[in-house]
């Protein structure tokens, strides 16, 4: 099941992942418009040091947050 992200570009590490949204494109597209239009703290922050702020989606096999080795 393909599942959305945020990412951002940095001049150090190229595009990195941000935020993650589940499976709901819409629940990501309302995280990215919060990010872009109304911010928070933490949003603040990240945009300090990451540019192209967008959604990206990620097919099931290369969601590494989801792999049960790495979260134990």
């Not at 951002?8 to 919060?34: F, M, N, P, Q, W």
């Not at 949003?43 to 097919?59: C, F, G, W, Y």
């Amino acid at each position: 099941m393909v599942e959305y992200t945020i990412v951002g570009d940095t001049e150090k590490y190229g595009t990195c992942l941000i935020y993650t949204c589940g499976t709901s494109r819409e629940h990501a597209e309302k995280v990215l418009e919060r990010m872009l239009n109304n911010p928070d703290a933490e949003d603040k922050r990240v945009m300090e040091t990451h540019s192209n702020i967008r959604i990206n989606d990620v097919a099931e096999k290369d969601q590494w947050w989801n792999d049960p080795f790495l979260a134990n």
